[in-house]
């Protein structure tokens, strides 16, 4: 009887109770598959959002126009040789030598900057001597930089300061301070 009693203990009405183990790692699974589709509508919603904030509209002065390119015809680049200029001396002696191309509008500007060029080239010497290290050092500089250049450029071509010229980017091919 006493082996009998000890077989009942854990059957109720005929079954058998589920044993603690079972039971803390079926609440285990549960709290995790409800952690999972939490973070899974977080997520969800997050990108929602920056899609939905895509599509705002950013005011004129807190954003750059962005350019339009005719995909119909690919990019006109007209390559420049390199530049090589001591830097501004506040600083030591340092070099720079740029490689650098224009995008311009279309082929027939290209084309056009060649009887410029003797103009476009000293002014861009004049411009990149007259900086310091530290001013390219940084990508914000280089940044600055290029966008300085493409206004000197423009300038040569009879285009006022802050009007889109002709020169639509400044493109660095290689930059190296010494």
Do not use: C, W
């Amino acid at each position: 009887m006493a082996k009998d009693a000890e077989k009942g203990k854990g059957k109720v009405d005929g079954e058998e109770k589920p044993k603690k183990g079972k039971k803390l790692l079926v609440i285990i699974l549960i709290v995790v598959l409800l952690l999972a589709l939490v973070a899974a509508g977080v997520v969800g919603m997050l990108l929602l959002k920056r899609g939905g904030a895509a599509e705002t509209v950013v005011p004129a002065a807190s954003a750059p126009a962005p350019v339009r390119v005719d995909l119909s015809r690919p990019p006109t680049f007209v390559a420049l040789d390199a530049f090589t200029v001591n830097l501004a001396p506040d600083e030591g002696t340092r070099f720079l030598q740029v490689v650098m191309a224009l995008r311009v509008a279309d082929a027939r500007t290209g084309d056009n900057l060649k009887g410029f060029m003797p103009e476009i080239r000293h002014r861009i010497n004049l411009l990149l001597s007259s900086k310091l290290p530290s001013e390219v050092a940084t990508a914000a500089g280089r940044e600055a930089l290029a966008k300085e250049i493409a206004d000197e450029v423009n300038a040569v071509l009879g285009v006022p300061p802050g009007a889109d010229g002709p020169i639509q980017a400044v493109l660095f091919n290689s930059f190296i301070v010494q």
